[in-house]
């Protein structure tokens, strides 16, 4: 009895030595110490030990199985340690494998082109305001001097929503409201979508941008105006780039131009970008008609004021040589992505 006892413990201590996971250790502890193991059966067998030795033999095993215990758990708590390393290890990463991509969106060329006036106008001490899109009659069109009866209403159909409220042609409402508040001198610029029903072609759509800029102060003449404009286009266009103003007419301002810029590819040249002229239209332009100021309770004796209004998806066009319109609005991210 006592020889098969210590034959038992020899052969379950080497083999929980010889363990390599906590599995094959768990099947070490069942054979060793569960219901049908190598120890329990050892224990039925002690009946044929004479009854003066059993104690003694009793003993023995119950140290043995302390001892077998003991050195399961050592074991366990080894392994358990080994597999967090292990762990550890795999779960390490690797620096220099390839990152995975993610693909990141940027700004629209329109938006793109709106930061940059923005930015212009702000430095030269201009507020960025802005304001409904769907507009009173009378500020899109009365408060502009342009009557019903104004051939200009033409040139400028737009949406009605009824005979008093229509969809906005043009931002220059934001500026009679802000000049109807009365606090002067004004220099702003108003960004902003307007309307008109346009069908849709290369250089035209029913929904567009526009950026118009006002400023009312005293002593305000049209050479404010041109320098204005001209340091606009040099920052817009480069350096380089010269203005010149073409009379024209519009009903809110007087006198009223056009203003071309000299092409910014073959530098007045004249090449296909430009149709050979050597200049490019870009925006219109003009001292604020003493009606208007009038109209917003401005008196034209005391103050003057000039205002322009340029096309956003023009300025989007020019800056990027894009030849249609309406690839500004159609969403191909391989289009948009150039930008
Ligand atoms: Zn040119």
Not at 94 to 117: C, F, M, Q, Y
């Amino acid at each position: 009895m006592k020889e098969k006892l210590a034959k038992i413990r020899e052969e379950i201590l080497k083999q929980i030595d010889a363990s390599e996971n906590l599995d094959k250790l768990n099947e070490v502890r069942v054979s060793a110490l569960g219901k049908k193991g190598a120890l329990t059966e050892l224990l039925k067998s002690m009946k044929e030990v004479a009854p003066q030795d059993r104690p003694k033999v009793g003993q023995m095993v119950n140290e043995v199985r302390a001892e077998i215990e003991t050195a399961l758990e050592t074991e366990k708590a080894k392994l358990e340690d080994r597999a967090m390393e292990a762990r550890l290890k795999n779960e390490v990463i690797d620096v220099t494998l390839p990152a995975k991509k993610n693909s990141v969106g940027h700004r629209h060329p329109n938006t793109i082109a709106l930061e940059e006036v923005e930015r212009i106008f702000v430095g030269m001490g201009y507020e960025v305001v802005r304001g409904p899109e769907v507009e009173k009659d009378y500020y899109n069109f009365e408060a502009l001097n342009i009557p019903k009866d104004h051939p200009a209403r033409d040139e400028q159909d737009t949406f009605y929503i009824n005979e008093e409220i229509v969809l906005r042609t043009q931002t220059s409402p934001v500026q009679v409201r802000t000049m109807e508040q009365g606090k002067l001198p004004i220099r702003m610029i108003a960004p902003g979508r307007v309307f008109r029903s346009d069908e849709v072609d290369a250089t035209h759509s029913p929904s567009f941008h526009q950026i118009e800029g006002l400023v009312i102060d005293k002593n305000i003449t049209f050479a404010d105006l041109k320098g204005t404009l001209a340091e606009f286009a040099k920052e817009l266009f480069g350096e380089d780039t010269k203005v010149k103003f073409r009379p024209h007419h519009f009903p809110f301002t007087e006198p009223s131009a056009e203003v071309d810029v000299s092409c910014f590819k073959c530098g007045g040249k004249g090449c296909r970008f430009c149709k050979g002229s050597g200049w490019i239209e870009i925006l219109g332009c003009g001292m604020v008609h003493p009606k208007v100021l009038k109209m917003c309770n401005i008196d034209p004796e005391e103050y003057s004021g000039f205002a322009f209004g340029v096309g956003l998806e023009r300025i989007a066009l020019l800056k990027y040589e894009i030849d249609d319109m309406r690839l500004l609005y159609e969403n191909d991210i391989r289009f948009l992505k150039q930008f």
